[in-house]
Every structure is written in structure tokens, then in C-alpha cells.
């Protein structure tokens, strides 16, 4: 396995790109500080991520830092070019830059240079093919056999994919030469899909990385409220009572629903980096203080017995 796991945890960036509103240059380094300080030594990035922004950032957080201490992923598939930025855009106060499709393989190397530019970095560890939902055959064709071959001269160390969609993943794992997958928001309390799918045990069976991000759903899942996130957009009623309910048995047993939720996720045998995402300090605390807060076997139990949780579905451990 070519993923280096320095670190059970990992920082995802999409928040210091100024996801729905923005963040401070001094927050968004104080978060890298404060993530590196608590030991997280994964950093995911993407040219998405603020058009740019969240890899500048990043680059200029962890410029100090021991190099080899580090995993840096960022990705391809979409690069930046000069423009007005979509005001419906998730990300606030951009460049003017705006990110387009390209999973050609000249696409592929001209992205990642430019992510080494904004990152101020050498090399990265790791480059996801992202988001290829509607261009899975270019992806397949084109976008892996150059990574591969950035792969074969040294660099880069990992290539994988990064999605939300579990089954371009498991074909993408079947028949690719990759090391690693980000699967996003598809093994949550709310969605086991990564898992029932068999997509897990695929890439436990092929030896591919497994990092997970998208742990509470875009928000509904630390926080149950009407007006919550789900993948990006407004809760339904159906999962916010689903929600609602797994916070009411996390309550019986002594616990609260995001440390169940991100528990769940970095107990799984085939998950090797859980990614989580913070706009500041305190934010990144309540994540990281999350994993050592007790969680009873008797709540996944319990959870099954409501038909909330897949019975397939492990019990975490520690």
C-alpha cells in the first residue's frame, strides 16, 4: 500500500476554501496549526476548495513544517481559469478564477503543476482523480494512466479517486491500478452505502486506502436542525427524523450524536484516514475531542435494533 496513514486523523480544506461563508487568512492557518499541534498529519486538499484559495492556504500553513512529517493529498479534473466566479457558487469571496472539467491526460499534469504552485510544494503525496461522475470512461482512460505514470517517475506516491458515488468507486477499484479512494459522505450513520455496496471489503480485498470524509453529511449529522445540510443541500424530513432519532438513542447511552457519528466511521477495519473538516481552532477541538468521548457498544445495539444501522454493519473499535 502506497498511502502513507501518518495519522488516524486527517484535515479536509473545503472550509478554509470558504465553504458557504469565509474564513480569515488567520484562521485558516491557525486551524493548520492547531491540527497539526493535536498530531493530524493527513491534509486534503482540492483546486475546487475555493477555487484555489484552500491549497494556498494549506501550502502556506504547512511551509514550516518537516516535510516528510506530512501527507499531503490534493486532486485533479477540474482546472482553474480566469473569470467571474458563479455567484451560486458554494465557495465565498473566490479568485477570479473558475474551475472546468478536464480528465485529459495533458488536464491531469497541467493541474497538478498548478496545485504545486499554489501549494509552494515540490511534490505531493497523494492525487485524487475528483469528482469524474459524468466522465468515468476519460477518468479510467486517460486521467489513471497518467498517474500512473507521474506515479512510475517518482512524483507523486498515491493516486486514487475521489467521490460520492459508490459505484464508479467500486469499478474504479476493480479495475484501476490506484491506491487509495476518498469516499465522501457514503459511510455515515445516515448513509452505510460504501459498506452495503461491498465497496469496503472490495478495497480491503485489493489492498486500497480508504479515507473517509463527509463524516457528518455536510452538518446534519452534528447538528439535527431544521435548515441542516445533507450532501450540500437542505435536509429532507426522512433523514432529519432519522437523524433526530439516533440523537435521542445517543442520549439514552450517555452520549452525543457527532462523537457516534465519527466513531462509526474510524472504528471501520478498512477506513484508514477519517478526514474532518474545521474553519477554526475550536471548531477543529470539538472535532478532534469527539474521538475520546465514551461511546457505548450497547448504542450500535441499539441503533440495529431501530433499523437505523445496517445489520451487516461492524461494531467500531476503538
Given at each position: 500500500m502506497r498511502f502513507r496513514a501518518l495519522s488516524r486523523l486527517g484535515l479536509g480544506t473545503a472550509p478554509l476554501g470558504n465553504l458557504y461563508s469565509a474564513v480569515s487568512d488567520e484562521d485558516a492557518r491557525a486551524t493548520v496549526d492547531a491540527a497539526f499541534d493535536r498530531g493530524v498529519r493527513v491534509f486534503d486538499t482540492a483546486p475546487l476548495y475555493g477555487h484555489g484559495l484552500a491549497e494556498r492556504r494549506l501550502g502556506q500553513a504547512l511551509g514550516s513544517r518537516p516535510r516528510d512529517e506530512i501527507v499531503v493529498s490534493t486532486k485533479v479534473g477540474r482546472l482553474l481559469t480566469p473569470g467571474s466566479p458563479d455567484p451560486a457558487s458554494m465557495f465565498r469571496d473566490v479568485p477570479n478564477e473558475v474551475p472546468h472539467f478536464d480528465f485529459s491526460a495533458d488536464g491531469v499534469r497541467r493541474s497538478l503543476d498548478a496545485s504545486l504552485d499554489r501549494l509552494g510544494l515540490d511534490r505531493v503525496d497523494v492525487v485524487l482523480i475528483h469528482d469524474p461522475d459524468d466522465h468515468l470512461p476519460e477518468a479510467m482512460h486517460a486521467a489513471v494512466p497518467a498517474l500512473v505514470a507521474l506515479r512510475d517517475e517518482g512524483v507523486v506516491s498515491a493516486i486514487g479517486f475521489g467521490m460520492n458515488q459508490v459505484e464508479p468507486l467500486r469499478r474504479a477499484v476493480a479495475e484501476c491500478d490506484i491506491d487509495v479512494v476518498l469516499v465522501a459522505g457514503r459511510y455515515t450513520l445516515l448513509d452505510q452505502s460504501a459498506l452495503t455496496s461491498g465497496l469496503l471489503a472490495e478495497c480491503a480485498a485489493r489492498n486500497v486506502a480508504v479515507m473517509a470524509g463527509g463524516v457528518f453529511n455536510s452538518g446534519v449529522?452534528?447538528?439535527?436542525?431544521?435548515?441542516?445540510?445533507?450532501?450540500?443541500?437542505?435536509?429532507?424530513?426522512?433523514?432529519?427524523?432519522?437523524?433526530?432519532?439516533?440523537?435521542?438513542?445517543?442520549?439514552?447511552?450517555?452520549?452525543?450524536?457527532?462523537?457516534?457519528?465519527?466513531?462509526?466511521?474510524?472504528?471501520?477495519?478498512?477506513?484508514?484516514?477519517?478526514?474532518?473538516?474545521?474553519?477554526?481552532?475550536?471548531?477543529?477541538?470539538?472535532?478532534?475531542?469527539?474521538?475520546?468521548?465514551?461511546?457505548?457498544?450497547?448504542?450500535?445495539?441499539?441503533?440495529?435494533?431501530?433499523?437505523?444501522l445496517s445489520p451487516d454493519l461492524p461494531t467500531p473499535t476503538g
Open positions: 449529522l452534528a447538528s439535527p436542525q431544521v435548515g441542516a445540510r445533507f450532501d450540500y443541500r437542505p435536509v429532507d424530513e426522512e433523514r432529519l427524523g432519522r437523524a433526530r432519532r439516533m440523537g435521542e438513542l445517543c442520549a439514552e447511552h450517555d452520549t452525543v450524536l457527532p462523537a457516534a457519528a465519527l466513531q462509526l466511521v474510524a472504528g471501520h477495519p478498512a477506513v484508514t484516514t477519517v478526514l474532518i473538516g474545521a474553519r477554526d481552532p475550536e471548531e477543529l477541538t470539538l472535532d478532534l475531542d469527539l474521538l475520546s468521548r465514551p461511546v457505548p457498544t450497547e448504542l450500535w445495539a441499539a441503533l440495529r435494533a431501530d433499523g437505523l
